[in-house]
């Protein structure tokens, strides 16, 4: 049994093809990945585009990103005070503007802080239930980016901060 193991590593072929092999599927996967995927093309004014929701949305975190190509958006929580969300959004672009609101409630225009058109901030009436939705519109450039996320993130709880208060109230 040791003698054919040894004789089939010392073959020169098995050799160079077990040198080879990986080298040929590393280009393989490189090719067929060129070959297939989708070029990426330029937003095109008075489109509308949707917007990928990050898993950060679903979780309390306390923010949400949301993306579409060069388009990156952070919808941060300022928390919940007299029964307002005070949300910030932050864009990596300057943006024309922004609409934002509880699913069930008309949006609201949300107000640049600052003159770059990157920083957004609005208040919104508190969500009344744990299954609420957020919609944001933005536009820039004449084209449009919409999304629809959970409203799970507006609370920053973390494992920390929930041991915390449990040692605050023993």
């Known amino acids: 049994m040791m003698s054919t193991i040894t004789r089939l590593l010392t073959n020169k072929h098995v050799v160079i093809a077990m040198l080879v092999a990986p080298v040929l599927a590393v280009i393989a996967y490189f090719a067929v990945d060129a070959s297939v995927s989708e070029a990426p093309k330029a937003a095109q004014p008075g489109k509308s585009y949707p917007l990928a929701v990050r898993s950060n949305c679903r979780y309390t975190s306390g923010f949400c990103q949301l993306e579409n190509g060069d388009m990156k958006l952070k ?5 919940i005070e007299d029964n307002q969300l005070t949300l910030r959004l932050i864009s990596e672009l300057p943006l024309e503007g922004v ?8 949006p609201q225009a949300m107000q640049a802080t600052g003159n770059k058109g990157t920083h957004w901030l609005v208040s919104l009436p508190a969500p009344k239930s744990n299954d609420a939705q957020i919609r944001v519109a933005v536009s820039m450039a004449g084209s449009h980016y919409f999304a629809q996320t959970p409203a799970t993130f507006i609370e920053h709880k973390t494992f920390y901060t929930e041991h915390q208060q449990a040692q605050d109230a023993s």
């Open 99 to 106: 609409r934002i609101g509880l699913a069930q409630t008309s």
């Open 75 to 79: 919808l941060e929580s300022q928390g």
